[in-house]
């Protein structure tokens, strides 16, 4: 089973400011390598899938970078409606696993 | 516009079985790509993965830590997909949620139910 370790646990910012997540896997995971957004009492969204595309919809802001096992999620400036906890997700290899989320909350 | 919406028991006791359904609408999984799967979340911790069907009836996947425990079907005539899980103990409270994943397209859960959350408690 492939372990993605995601970091921080908890990224405290201020609105306007840069954000970036890790996700890193235990093996690789080639490009297969995505990234949810999920706020209070909603269930989760893509909003990068394949490591660096964009899904639809999803502002410019938001984009995914690496390969392998080392992946970003960077958020160039935060937006009120981007604090939210964000998870990373692999399909390279049965069984599909989840990293344990990283909290980017309101500093 | 594509939906999908999880029901059951809001309730269930300790070592009974829990049934789930998957009621979606906007795509068929007759057709070619198209997989629905379960996902769960503990109140208050991160997503795991449960289970998946797929268009094909032979490709089908579970969860390796809960695979004795879990029964995916679908009712392709019903756009139904039933998740059944034996064996309820309070770990397994958490929301439940299905989604959809397309091969060869965005291959990722896209979208996702509202869920729904079971508890089991005697």
């Known amino acids: 089973e492939i372990v993605l370790t995601q970091s921080p646990a908890t990224l405290s910012l201020s609105p306007g400011e840069r954000a970036t997540l890790s996700c890193r896997a235990s093996q690789s995971v080639s490009t297969y390598l995505g990234w949810y957004q999920q706020k209070p009492g909603q269930a989760p969204r893509v909003v990068i899938y394949d490591a660096v595309n964009r899904a639809t919809g999803i502002p410019a802001r938001f984009s995914g970078s690496g390969s392998g096992t080392d992946f970003t999620l960077t958020i160039s400036s935060l937006e009120p409606e981007d604090f939210a906890v964000y998870y990373c997700?692999?399909?390279?290899?049965?069984?599909?696993?989840f990293g344990g989320g990283t909290k980017v909350e309101i500093k | 516009q594509i939906t999908l919406k999880e029901s059951g028991p809001t309730l269930v006791k300790p070592t009974q079985t829990l049934t789930l359904t998957c009621t979606f609408s906007g795509f068929s999984l007759s057709t070619y790509g198209v997989r629905v799967g379960w996902i769960r979340q503990p109140p208050g911790k991160a997503l795991e993965w449960l289970a998946i069907?797929?268009?094909?009836?032979?490709?089908?996947h579970y969860s390796p830590s809960l695979r004795t425990r879990l029964t995916i079907t679908k009712d392709t005539s019903k756009n139904q997909v039933v998740l059944t899980m034996t064996n309820m103990d309070p770990e397994d409270t958490a929301t439940y949620y299905c989604a959809r994943r397309v091969v060869a397209a965005i291959d990722w859960f896209d979208p996702w139910g509202q869920g729904t959350l079971v508890t089991v408690s005697s």
């Open positions: 069907i797929s268009w094909d009836d032979d490709d089908t």
């Open positions: 997700q692999q399909r390279s290899n049965w069984p599909l696993t």
